[in-house]
């Protein structure tokens, strides 16, 4: 394998050199005998930042590529002891023992299936970060975490959880999924479902406590405390979200039903079972801001991780999925309005960074409706 060095954060590692793998002067990561994605550095930035004000002792990296993420938590966040790096193809441990080695990790290298590994061994944060989903890691996961531990999960499989076909989304996450306007934020609600169902198997809640959308992956962190009543009391969040396709109208229900549209009779499109509370806890949110700004200005993507951590604190106080301005205003025959001018009609409403169209608010669609009416 022809490598070349390269710097993220505060790690240097050794990943196959681009060039060699290039096909028709063109480079995908899956092409290289190990995996390493610069595309994915905002997610290992922000997670860096989040495990920081989380700060866990031992880690394990379940799905490891050339080890960069490992690395970095153990390089950029104080009080990591030990982190467990894994993959079960033979290049990428070969290259993650060399690269321990020039980053001096305290760590301890296995060449397992994930899900065997996890069931082996106990840590307090688990990392998930899969070719596509993470569905067929989440029993594992939340085995392998101690109570009051923490699981982060990467799903790239967004053509699933928004529906593109609703087949692979029944088979991966056990949800019935029909494209409604607010599609991108059901996708993490539906996968945040998924990921609480299996931890209530094993009487543990998996509670979401720093949810994302970005480019084109999910990425979610979960509190995870034991108990039965406890996972039980997540469970009742769970529900079916449901709209009409010709008028915006929307309701939720902890059923699955066929319902036609109370305001003008049609059928509603329905997306569940979807995680029904809140994606992120307040806190958190605004300890990793404080964090980012007072020890985090290295980062290789500082100004995206800023951004998309101040979209989120303020729209985190919203629990209801966000109104797609563009999809209301055709109904309506509209030009779309600008954003902001809804926005403060409504008064209490913010952007998203699920979609540049949409906003938050905490007010039903009939008073959106009507602002978007107005301007
Ligand atoms: C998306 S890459 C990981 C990227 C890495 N976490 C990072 O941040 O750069 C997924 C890795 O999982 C490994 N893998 C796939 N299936 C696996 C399994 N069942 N058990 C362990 N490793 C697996 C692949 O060899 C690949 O290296
Ligand atoms: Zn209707």
Redesign the pocket.
Known sequence: MKLIKIKEGKAEILVPDPKSYEIDGKFDPSWAP????PK?TL??DLSVVVLSVLKPKKIV?????????GIRYFKEIEGVEKVIF????KN?VELINKNIELNKVKGEVFN??????LHEIKADFI?I???GSPA??LLSAFNAVVRGGYVAI?S?DLSALVCSSKYSARRKYDIYCERLSFSRELGVRGLIGKAIREAAILEKAAIPIFSFYYDYYYRVFFKVEGGAKRADNLLSKLVYYYECPNCGYRERSEYYERIKCTKCGTLMRVYGPAWGGELYNTDLVSDVKNKLQSNFTYLPVYNHVTRLVSTVENEAMYTQPYYKLDFLSSRLKKNVPAKNKVISCLSDASNTHFDNVGIKTSKNVEEVIQCIKIN
């Open positions: 190990v995996f390493y994605n994915m997610n290992r990296d379940a799905l490891s590529a050339s080890g960069i993420r894994n993959d079960l193809d990428a397992k299936d994930a899900n065997a590994l990392d970060d899969p070719f067929p890691f990467t790239t």
